[in-house]
């Protein structure tokens, strides 16, 4: 046999016609055939003890449950046919769920929780206790009024009410920037300074008692409580700064040290900040027996505004030189300047929320809140108000706050920070809202004005305690001994 005609095989078909020559070598023959058969239909004849694997992941089928879906098993026939057939099946879905299971053409996709199919046809199985749909399980989504589109629930913005719900006069609240005449205790009493007397307005009961007359010759400039207990700081027009217990409306003491009216106030513990008209602040620690323990200089007009901070370990301070200064527990003199503002600085307010937060307002000329960082002592931001900014205080349950404001609206705005949109915008004094005190719930404000009254306003909501349920039932439900 010629060698050559084994090598240059055409193909099988040609192996096939070869006629052995001779028996000698016709074994030979046979063995080289069926080798070089084996070799060309190697990719034809699978092994029936393993399965063959394309070049390309197909995933198998065979093993789906298509009876979940309400489709056709699949032919177990590889034909093309079958292919087709799986493929469609698979196109289907994926159009239904694109485009919502109106047009998937009579396929039934699987429930969402609210219609459970039968338990054993169920192919997700979902907790009794959640309500969610499935939307959260699939990248589309499908949603009734936008089929393909999933739309997040939107949180409908929060009602703040515009009117007040309670009214107060207030005959002589003087119309006077520089002053801070209204202050809230945590024991839920309104202070309110008119003309030369103090009178105190319990919120629970609407009491009203006259705490003290100056008498002719001394008018109140501000009033501030302390944080804890019954102690009420009194200014006056004299440079005076009178303690007086509320409880059994009695003077404690009388302090001095300023030359001309004291219109600013903060506590910090035991320890009293007032600003007077002569430029200076003095720190009193009232269980010292001097009237003053150290004096800060800084500003070179009248100290209009003072607020510590909640942690009490700094004091910022805004004067008629529309300055902002903040200081320490031991300054002298201010380890922070901003003069930024271009009017007066009476609107201080410390966040709650953020360490070293600090929101400060300019009068007439300025207009804008402004938002410092103290801890890295920086300007954080600027919103121009449009009219004049006498008071600022954070709310203590959510990231809001409240404005007050003079020249020309006479609104209160309430805020949402950061992003500082207008959550709302209230309107009813005639007069510029020169003061403005918050409740001890923190959801109360109330607001004076030159128009000689005081509104009261639900601006804020409740407090989202974890631990309200305990604490009311520690309070109320505890045992008492009286002996």
Known sequence: ???????????????????????SSSSELNLASRHIERMINSNHHASPSRTIYSDRFIPSRSGSNFALFD???????????????T??????????ALFGPESSGGVVLPATPDKRPPPSR????????????????TPFGFDDAAPGVNHS???APRKVPRSPYKVLDAPALQDD?????????????????????????NACSSKVTKLCDLGIDDSVCSVGWAQRGTHLAVGTSNGKVQIWDASPCKRVRTMDGHRLRVGALAWSSSLLS??????????????????????????????????????????ASGGNDNRLFVWNQHSTQPVLKYCEHTAAVKAIAWSPHLHGLLASGGGTADRCIRFWNTTTNSHLSCMDTG?????????????????????????????????????????????????????PDGQTIVTGAGDETLRFWNVFPSPKSQNTDSEIGASFLGRTTIR
């Open 1 to 23: 046999m010629d060698d050559s005609t084994v090598q240059t095989l055409p193909s099988q078909s040609a192996l096939r016609t070869l006629t052995p020559p001779s028996s």
């Open 71 to 85: 489709l056709a098993t699949p032919r177990s026939s590889s034909t093309a046919e079958g292919r087709e057939d």
């Open 87 to 96: 493929s469609s099946a698979y196109a289907t879905l994926l159009h239904a």
């Open 122 to 137: 169920n192919i997700f199985r979902y907790k009794t206790e959640t309500h969610r749909s499935l939307h959260s399980l």
């Open 153 to 155: 629930p939107v949180k």
């Open 177 to 201: 920037f520089y002053l801070n005449l209204v202050d809230w205790s945590s024991h839920n009493v309104l202070a309110v300074g008119l003309g030369n007397c103090v009178y105190l307005w």
């Open 274 to 315: 007032s600003g007077g008209r002569d430029k200076s602040i003095f720190q009193r620690d009232i269980r010292a027996q001097e009237d003053f323990v150290s004096k800060l200089s800084g500003h070179k007009s009248e100290v209009c505004g003072l607020k510590w901070s909640y942690d009490n370990r700094e004091l």
């Open 387 to 439: 009219s004049q900014v006498c008071n600022l205080v954070w709310s203590k349950n959510v990231n809001e706050l409240v404005s007050t404001h003079g020249y020309s609206q006479n609104q209160i705005i309430v805020w949402r920070y950061p992003t500082m949109s207008k959550l709302a915008t209230l309107t009813g004094h005639t007069y510029r809202v020169l003061y403005l005190a918050i409740s």
